[in-house]
């Protein structure tokens, strides 16, 4: 059974950071590309940040260049979104989502909300 079950949301104050954690099983994750995305309430999924399955490249939506990084750590089969800088735009569900051998799985989601 795949499960990628998203951690590390919360309510933070503009500026501040968090650091978001996918802990993937059931796949072989170190072949599956790793994403993240959001999603805000009466608006489309977003691509927030992508990478690789050797997590030798990343790309990153423009809204949050410079601000977050996407690690990965394949011993723990876990995928990582640092997120500094942190703005009320950012506010989302955030999830993760595996692609691979013809394959993808979504995340239920972890609640990120930015706000004075």
């Known amino acids: 059974q795949v499960q990628l079950v998203e951690s590390g949301g919360g309510l933070v104050q503009p500026e501040e950071s968090l650091r978001l954690s996918c802990a993937a099983s059931g796949i072989t994750f170190n072949v599956y590309a790793m994403n993240w995305y959001r999603q805000a309430p009466g608006k489309e999924r977003e691509l927030v940040a992508h990478i690789s399955n050797d997590g030798t490249g990343t790309s990153y939506a423009n809204a949050v260049k410079g601000r977050f990084t996407v690690s990965r750590d394949n011993a723990k089969n876990t995928v990582y979104l640092q997120m500094n800088s942190l703005k009320p735009e950012d506010t989302a569900m955030y999830y993760c989502?595996?692609?691979?051998?013809?394959?993808?799985?979504w995340g239920q989601g972890t609640q990120v909300t930015v706000s004075s």
């Open positions: 989502y595996a692609v691979g051998w013809g394959l993808n799985y």
